[in-house]
């Protein structure tokens, strides 16, 4: 995407007016200071594991909704979600010697850490200790003792990088990161592997170099049905290489020679008989379409040809009617609607989710819409949104959607406290229209 295109593309921006073997951290690791106004006098110590719930507790993005988990942490002795977490940052510089600590309380220490950064934005409480505890991060993803605590240092890496961004650690975890998402066996590693390797490339310091370099690791990933990682055929480990690939995607100024290179791969993957990655692919072409357009406004050019477009088409037309029984019913309804999606974006030039579906206005009533076309029919357009209180954001590009799939994974139900509050998140929205929404009235 060029620099022209993204300028015009923001121009638009809307005013979004397990305890440790010590109770005490070593002298020599640096200590985070507490948070303004919290409770003086907390305990400097680690409390009992038990303390922060229960392992099970913390498996998944949204095992509390946001509500709940917004009270929830601030726990069961009056303590503040800011001392959970400086307590968890001084048990986890405590755990450097993983000989003095079981492999459950690392697990469960990353665990608690992790669940506190989805819901709560802490930069001010990580800035004074990155330098220790993203080098504890890596040493658990490198050499950690079992596939749960690597997948956990591998969240809460990725967490903390895009809570704080750093500009020099991408070079020291790139080589770990890579490592373990090819020679780990457990998908579920590989999985938070890709997704730590997209965060770190753009907010630990890596270049445009390295960005294109991670571009075209991930696609080798698409292009060999994940084998390149040892996950053969394994649709959840080549999903999130194409989400991973779209993401970065948004970050690179021309996609002429990425995007050229990668329109065959994802041409492949519409034949998938996954249904998320079938759809994943389509949307990444839909990307690439959107990109193109771009491009050919700008110089009269498109880097997608018209034999490659046609070769598209046919094959999304072919996927509409596909009764296959190769993919479950719950599947097929997720293929149709999604490529419902990409086919008219394609055809009209629009972002996913618009709807042409509408309703002739009538003068007597009145009413908005989103488009009139023919002399007053309404089409409802974009319905693909992201709802915060009184207000929603617009997903009405591809580039957008490709953000924002990323970012509802990582963050899960914490991600409106990160819109409102962690500039990095925010950022990644710069653009997007919101819809304001009245207020209830309330009868009396």
């Not at 290489?241 to 993957?269: C, M, N, P, R, Y």
Request: hydrophobic fraction near 35%.
């Amino acid at each position: 995407m060029s620099k022209k295109a993204r300028a015009k593309r923001e121009a638009g921006l809307s005013p979004f007016q397990s305890p440790s073997a010590s109770g005490a951290p070593s002298p020599a690791v640096s200590q985070p200071s507490s948070r303004p106004g919290s409770r003086p006098g907390s305990r400097p110590s680690s409390r009992p594991a038990s303390h922060y719930g229960s392992d099970d507790e913390f498996e998944g993005d949204d095992y509390l909704g946001f509500e709940d988990s917004a009270s929830a942490s601030s726990g069961e002795e009056g303590l503040t979600w800011a001392d959970r977490l400086l307590d968890l940052i001084r048990e986890l510089q405590g755990h450097k010697d993983q000989k003095r600590t079981s492999v459950q309380d690392r697990e469960l220490a990353l665990a608690g850490y992790s669940h506190i950064l989805r819901h709560h934005y802490a930069e001010e409480h990580l800035s004074s200790v990155l330098d220790d505890i993203l080098p504890t991060f890596l040493k658990q993803i490198r050499a950690g003792r079992s596939n749960k605590e690597r997948a956990r240092a591998l969240q809460a890496f990725t967490l903390t990088l895009l809570t704080c961004p750093s500009d020099k650690d991408y070079e020291q975890a790139i080589s770990a990161l890579k490592t373990v998402c090819e020679d780990v066996e457990d998908n579920n590693v590989k999985i938070d592997a890709i997704h730590a390797l997209c965060v770190a490339v753009i907010y630990g310091g890596g270049n445009n170099a390295a960005t294109e370099e991670l571009l075209d690791f991930f696609l080798e990933i698409v292009s060999t049905d994940g084998d390149s990682v040892r996950a053969p055929d394994d649709g959840s480990v080549v999903t999130a290489a194409l989400q991973a690939w779209a993401f970065l995607a948004t970050h690179v100024d021309d996609l002429t020679v990425k995007g050229e290179e990668a329109v065959e791969s994802f041409l492949d993957q519409l034949d998938s008989a996954d249904s998320d990655v079938k759809v994943n692919a389509g949307a990444n072409l839909a990307l690439l379409f959107e990109a193109a357009r771009e491009q050919e406004e700008e110089t009269g050019q498109s880097f997608i040809t018209a034999y490659n477009q046609h070769r598209i088409m046919t094959q999304m037309a072919k996927i509409m009617r596909d009764s296959s029984k190769t993919i479950s019913k719950k599947g097929r309804r997720h293929v149709r609607t999604n490529f419902s999606s990409i086919v008219t974006s394609v055809e009209r030039g629009k972002g996913p989710g618009y709807s042409t579906a509408g309703r002739w206005g009538n003068p007597h009533t009145g009413g908005t819409a989103e488009e009139e076309i023919d002399g007053g029919f309404a089409e409802f357009g974009y319905r693909e949104k992201i709802r915060l209180p009184n207000r929603w954001i617009v997903i009405n590009t591809w580039f957008l959607r490709a953000r924002a799939e990323l970012l509802k994974t990582l963050l899960g139900g914490g991600l409106l406290v990160h819109y409102e509050e962690n500039p990095t998140v925010r950022e990644l929205f710069r653009g997007a229209d919101v819809e304001f929404t009245p207020a209830k009235k309330f009868r009396k």
